[in-house]
C-alpha cells in the first residue's frame, strides 16, 4: 500500500520536512493530528491556498485528522512581506474576513467520524492574553538573532523601510498556535507552503523548548510553470476562490489555458484523479496535444472542487455556444455576463445602433467601413448567427437575457455587448 508521503512525494508536493523517517514512522501508527494556518488578509483564498487545502484533505484521507486554523490574531497582523509594510485592516473586516475563509475551507474537509476536522481560530487563545504574560511565557523562548535571519526580516532589515516591531512579532505568534493545538489536540504536524518556512520552523522551536516533544513540518514547494515563473497570476489578478472576485467561468478559463508542458503537474497537485488516469493523460497529451484532454479534465475537475458541478457545467456550455457550438439562451445572465467580460465587454445605451455601429463599439473593427466589410463578406455574428445588413438596428427581442448581444467575427474572435 503507497504511504500517504510516497503519493505526495509523487505529486510533488513535498519540498522540505523537519524529519521524513521520523515523520513516516508516525503517520504509519495510526491518526496523526495535523494543522495548516490561513490568515484572513484579503476576503478570499487563492491558488496558492487550494494547494494548502487539499493537502489537508489528501491527509485525511489517508487516516489523519485535520486542524484547520483561520488566524482572526495573525491575520490582524500580516506576515511580514519582502517588499514593504502591510496596511493593518480592522478588527471588523478580519473578523468578517475569517467568516468568508472559514466558509471556503469547509467543503474540502469531512467534520464526522473518526478523522473529523476541526476548525480553529487563533485569536481564541490570543484576544484575552496580556502583554507581560506573553512577553514572560512566550517571548522568553525566542531568540532574536535567530529571528533576524528570517528571509522576509532579513531583507526588510536591510531596506531603507526597515520593519515594524508589530511585523517583526508575527513569527512568535505563529510559533504560539503550534504550542496551543499541541496542548489543545495533540498536534504533531503543521503543514504549509515552503515559503513560509521560516515561520514555521518557530512553531516547532517553540514547542520543544516549552515541551521538550520534537514534532514535525511539511512544506510544499511553489507551484511555478515549467518556466520556472510562478502561477497565481494572470492579466487580470490573482486566481481568487470566491466567484465574487473570479468567476467560474474566468476560473475555468485560466485551467483550461494550461500549457501542455504544465498540465499533468497542475492535475497532479489540484486534482485527485489516481496514478493511472494522469498517466493516461500524459499519454495522451504527448501524443495528441490538439486534443487538450488533459487540459478540459483539469478545468473541470478544479471547478468542480471549487465552485461545484452546476457552475463547472455552466462554465463548459459557455464556452462552447460562444463559438457556435451550443445554446447561448441556456447560460444564465451570471455566466453570460462572465464569459462575454473575458472576451471584453461594452456597454451601450443607444437602442438603436446599427450592427456595424455595434462592432466598431466592441472593438472588433477599426470603422464602420471594416464592419460592413465584415458583413458583406459573411464573417459576422450576433447571437452565432449571421448578419446581413451592416446598418440595421439589432431588434430588443435580440437581445439575451434583455441585454446582451454576442457578437463574433470569423470562427474566433468575440466580444459582447451590454445595453444599459
Not at 16 to 41: H, I, N, V, W
Not at 62 to 90: C, F, H, M, Q, W
Not at 154 to 181: C, H, N, P, V
Not at 245 to 265: C, E, K, R, T
Request: aromatic share 8%; charged share 25%; proline share 4%.
Amino acid at each position: 500500500m503507497t504511504s500517504v508521503l510516497d503519493e505526495l512525494q509523487w505529486r510533488g508536493l513535498i519540498h522540505q520536512s523537519t524529519d521524513p523517517d521520523a515523520l513516516r514512522s508516525e503517520l504509519a501508527k495510526g491518526p496523526m493530528t495535523y494543522y495548516c494556518g490561513f490568515d484572513p488578509t484579503a476576503p478570499s483564498l487563492h491558488m496558492g491556498n487550494l494547494v494548502q487545502i487539499l493537502v489537508l484533505r489528501r491527509l485525511q484521507l489517508a487516516g489523519n485528522k485535520p486542524l484547520a486554523l483561520v488566524g482572526g490574531s495573525t491575520g490582524l497582523i500580516g506576515d511580514p512581506k519582502e517588499s514593504a509594510e502591510r496596511t493593518l485592516n480592522s478588527k471588523e473586516t478580519v473578523h468578517e474576513w475569517v467568516g468568508r475563509i472559514r466558509a471556503q475551507i469547509e467543503p474540502f474537509l469531512d467534520f464526522d467520524g473518526a478523522y473529523g476536522a476541526t476548525m480553529v481560530n487563533n485569536l481564541d487563545w490570543t484576544e484575552g492574553l496580556s502583554t507581560l504574560d506573553f512577553l514572560r511565557d512566550i517571548g522568553k523562548h525566542f531568540r532574536v538573532n535567530k529571528m533576524i535571519t528570517k528571509d522576509a526580516v532579513a531583507t526588510r532589515l536591510k531596506s531603507e523601510e526597515g520593519i515594524s516591531f508589530t511585523e517583526f512579532s508575527y513569527q512568535i505568534l505563529q510559533g504560539m498556535d503550534y504550542l496551543e493545538l499541541f496542548k489543545r489536540y495533540g498536534c504533531r504536524l503543521q503543514t504549509g507552503g515552503s515559503d513560509q518556512w521560516g515561520n514555521l520552523t518557530a512553531g516547532t522551536d517553540l514547542v520543544r523548548r516549552v515541551t521538550g516533544e520534537s514534532v514535525h513540518l511539511l512544506a510544499t514547494p511553489l507551484v511555478t510553470k515549467a518556466d520556472g515563473t510562478k502561477y497565481g497570476k494572470t492579466e487580470g489578478g490573482t486566481i481568487w476562490l470566491d466567484p465574487e472576485l473570479m468567476s467560474p467561468y474566468a476560473f475555468y478559463q485560466f485551467w483550461i489555458n494550461a500549457g501542455d508542458a504544465d498540465v499533468i503537474n497542475l492535475l497532479k497537485i489540484f486534482s485527485f484523479l489516481d496514478r493511472e488516469e494522469i498517466t493516461e493523460l500524459e499519454t495522451e497529451t504527448a501524443e495528441k496535444p490538439f486534443a487538450r484532454a488533459a487540459q478540459k479534465r483539469l478545468a473541470g475537475e478544479v471547478t468542480t472542487l471549487v465552485h461545484g458541478k452546476t457552475e463547472t457545467e455552466q462554465a463548459i456550455a459557455a464556452s462552447q455556444a460562444l463559438f457556435g457550438r451550443g445554446a447561448l439562451e441556456e447560460l444564465a445572465p451570471s455566466t453570460l455576463r462572465a464569459a462575454l467580460s473575458e472576451a471584453g465587454l461594452v456597454q451601450v445605451q443607444d437602442p438603436q445602433l446599427s450592427v456595424a455601429a455595434l462592432f466598431k463599439e466592441a472593438g472588433l473593427t477599426a470603422g464602420l467601413g471594416e464592419a460592413r466589410r465584415a458583413v458583406a463578406e459573411g464573417g459576422a455574428y450576433i447571437n452565432n448567427e449571421r448578419v446581413v445588413d451592416a446598418d440595421a438596428p439589432v431588434p430588443g427581442d435580440r437581445r439575451l437575457h434583455g441585454r446582451f448581444l454576442v457578437l463574433r467575427r470569423g470562427k474566433k474572435t468575440i466580444a459582447g455587448v451590454e445595453f444599459v
